[in-house]
Structures are given as structure tokens and as C-alpha cells.
């Protein structure tokens, strides 16, 4: 079977704009939370988000991209650009034809589509939209206007599973690499809303932490006191490559995919499966494909979003899969970052992957009183890095709807 491998990362994440702020941040244990600036929160019950911190687009395009672009966009192709760097890759010495974009957004342009009808409805109702606005909103535009920049005529579409949505693009690139359909592609996810519309939305659904006093403090996967997500933007962007190619094209290798388990809850709207049962068939799958036993997981980067419900189901789902292990280290680096959506299983995966890379388990940040019946069986970093030799990591994501997507990441070693 091909063999497929991460050849390059970008990251634009709300404590890092580019990939090695974004992990020594990570590693330090630094919040991304803090009041929002982009509208006026006055009649908000949630005031604070994880917004990326001195993002201007007028470093990264020029006046007319910046029309057309949402910054759902914007965010994908810094991030993308970032990792063909990293990845040194000259896309004129490649078969362009075997090269694909697999690019996740859960909300696409939101914020497009709610300042335009916000303009819309201040006027006498005659349509005064711009000509971007049906380009700029739509959840797959990104991916089109990545493969439009690099000129890659590969496969190219995009996947929608809420904030699920990154892993699953992950999978579906290592599954075309895998089947041969192509030799590399762009994959990850970019998210931009924060926006008046998404953060009512989700407060109404008692999603969100209300924690205003101290927003810093207010991710809190596994306390049980924890009491909603904090909303994040950004960007992860991971070059996957088969690994023959890129050997023969002399290419630095950080990593390996080596499994990918999708499932659905089957349950509830929103809601996790109270067992976990979805998210058991998830991880459950991606050792299967992996061919590794439980007991070779050596880190979990958790989808815990720090949500009542929906960390406890995780935890349930972990328990009954990989049992009673103390070996095994657990951490949610959304305390730090936020949740950024359908981008939150790239950055989480880059997380993985350098984590791997490096020896080090970024931490769980503000967590002080783990649930009870769970603080026993796993390993909990808290705080700051843990230095630990690893040589396989997972990372979960679960998306309204019950989306389960659990991806599989391997030390790389030649």
C-alpha cells in the first residue's frame, strides 16, 4: 500500500501567526482568549473569543483579492502558503495534474453573508450586493481559489462536517494518496466566525462559556466545572504527500498518516452520544486501518471542547476503547486556542504531528478538578509540556450533526 507522509504545515491560529509561534505557544501554555474587537458585544452574553491577534490582510493581498476573498479564504491561503514553504516545494517541477486541494470550512463566508444582509436590510430592499458575494460565501470556494493560485488541476472539493470538518479532509487526502489518485495534496481547513451571527447562534444553544470575568481562564476541558467552548478563527494547512514522491523530489519528511476512522453518533442534533458511541467507531476504525494495537497510542490530542456533555462522552468513549492506562497522555490544547471550528483538526493535527517530531505533549491549560471518575486512568500534562518519546498519536473531532473523525498520525523513521 502507498505509504503517505506530511512534507509541510502553516498555521494562523489565535497564539501563533505562522507554525513555530503557534507550537512554542502551545508549549508554554499561553491563551489565545480575550474580549472581542470585531463587533460590539454589548447585548452578548459571551464577550470574548480566541481572535487571531495582528492579522492584517493588507500584508498578504492586495486590494482587489481582498474584495473577493472572505477572510475564511484569506485565512487558508496565508496558512497554505506558509506550508509550500515549509515544505520547499517548487509546484513547476511537479505534475501539477496529480496534485489536489481537500480544504474544510464548517461556516465558509459568515462573515460575507452577515455584512451583507446587514447592509441589505438598512436600505429601502432594492438588492445592492457585491458581485463577490455568491464566490466569497460559498464553504468550497477556498479550495477552488488554493488550487486557482498553484495552478493544481488534481482533485478538488471540499468537505463539510461541521467541526469534524478538517479531519475529514485530512482522511480523504490520505485516502487519495492512498488509492492513487494523486501524488500530494493541500489539505486542512480554515474558519472566520467570530461573528455577531455564529457567537449568538451558539450561545443560544448553551454552547459557549460565559466566563467574562476571566476569559483566559474560561477553557476548561475535563474540570467539572467547565461550562462552554470558547469560539476560535485561524488556519492549519498539511502537505501530504506519497512517500516515493517525495523522496524522489528530496523532500524534508515530518511525519506519517497512517489511519483514519469516520463514523457518525447517530443520536442528536448537537449532542454527543452520552456512551460515545459514535466516537468509539471512529477511533475504533482508525486503529483498524492503522494495524496497531491500543496499547501503541501513545498521546490523544482530545476533540474536548470543554462543553458538560461533550467532554464527559469522550472521556466514556476513551475509557471503553483503550481501557484503564496510565501510559496513555490525554490533552486538550483548545484550552489554549479556542475552538476554531471546522479548522480545529488541522491545528490539532499539526499539534500531533509535532508532538511526535519533538518529544513533547503540549499541556492542557486551566484545567484544576479533572473528573472525577476519569483523573485515575489516563495521563493528565497539565500546565506545561510534558517531554515524553512517542511514536504514534491521535487526534478526535466530533461535529454537529454526530460527524466522528479520528485520524492516526506515526513518528516518521525512514
Known amino acids: ?83 509550500v514553504e515549509h515544505g520547499k516545494i517548487d509546484f513547476d517541477n511537479l505534475n501539477k495534474d496529480r496534485i489536489g486541494v481537500i480544504w474544510g470550512s464548517g461556516n465558509g463566508g459568515i462573515t460575507t453573508f452577515e455584512e451583507q444582509m446587514t447592509e441589505y ?41 461541521a467541526c469534524a470538518t478538517s479531519n475529514t479532509a485530512m482522511i480523504e487526502a490520505f485516502n487519495y494518496i492512498k488509492w492513487d489518485k494523486a501524488d500530494m495534496i493541500i489539505t486542512g481547513g ?50 501530504l504527500e506519497e512517500y516515493e514522491h517525495a523522496k524522489k523530489r528530496g523532500a524534508t519528511i515530518y511525519g506519517e498518516v497512517v489511519g483514519g476512522g469516520m463514523a457518525a453518533d447517530a443520536y442528536h442534533l448537537t449532542g454527543t452520544h452520552p456512551e460515545g458511541d459514535g466516537a468509539v467507531l471512529g477511533m475504533v476504525e482508525a486503529l483498524r486501518e492503522a494495524e496497531i494495537s491500543t496499547n501503541e497510542i501513545d498521546y490523544i490530542n482530545m476533540h474536548a471542547t470543554s462543553t ?61 478538578n479533572i473528573e472525577p471518575d476519569f483523573k485515575d486512568l489516563f495521563d493528565f500534562p497539565m500546565g506545561q509540556a510534558k517531554p515524553k518519546e512517542m511514536k504514534y498519536a491521535m487526534s478526535n473531532t466530533f461535529g454537529f450533526g454526530g460527524h466522528i473523525a479520528s485520524i492516526i498520525f506515526k513518528k516518521f523513521e525512514g
Open 190 to 239: 480554515s474558519e472566520a466566525a467570530i461573528t455577531g451571527s455564529a457567537i449568538g447562534g451558539f450561545s443560544s444553544a448553551q454552547a459557549l462559556s460565559k466566563m467574562n470575568d476571566n476569559p483566559e481562564k474560561a477553557s476548561r476541558p475535563f474540570d467539572v466545572e467547565r461550562d462552554g467552548f470558547v469560539m476560535g478563527e485561524g488556519a492549519g494547512a498539511v502537505i
Open 1 to 83: 500500500m502507498r505509504r503517505v507522509v506530511i512534507t509541510g504545515m502553516g498555521a494562523l491560529t489565535p497564539i501563533g501567526n505562522d507554525l513555530k509561534s503557534y507550537w512554542d505557544n502551545l508549549k508554554k501554555g499561553v491563551s489565545g482568549a480575550g474580549p472581542i474587537t470585531k463587533f460590539d458585544t454589548e447585548l452578548f452574553k459571551t464577550k470574548f473569543a480566541c481572535e487571531l491577534k495582528d492579522y492584517d490582510p493588507n500584508e498578504h493581498f492586495d486590494v482587489k483579492e481582498i474584495r473577493k476573498y472572505d477572510l475564511f479564504s484569506q485565512y487558508a491561503l496565508v496558512s497554505v502558503a506558509e506550508a
Open 121 to 161: 436590510n438598512k436600505g429601502d430592499g432594492t438588492p445592492r450586493f457585491t458581485p463577490f458575494f455568491i464566490p466569497r460565501i460559498l464553504v468550497d470556494i477556498a479550495s477552488g481559489i488554493i488550487s486557482i493560485k498553484y495552478g493544481l488541476r488534481g482533485v478538488n472539493f471540499c468537505p463539510v462536517s
Open 308 to 368: 458538560p456533555v461533550g467532554d464527559i462522552s469522550e472521556l466514556k468513549a476513551v475509557k471503553r476503547v483503550f481501557g484503564e492506562h496510565k501510559d496513555l497522555s490525554i490533552s486538550a490544547t483548545k484550552s489554549m486556542t479556542g475552538h476554531l471550528l471546522g479548522a480545529a483538526g488541522a491545528i490539532e493535527g499539526i499539534a500531533c504531528i509535532l508532538a511526535l517530531q519533538e518529544g513533547m505533549i503540549p499541556p492542557t491549560i486551566n484545567t484544576e
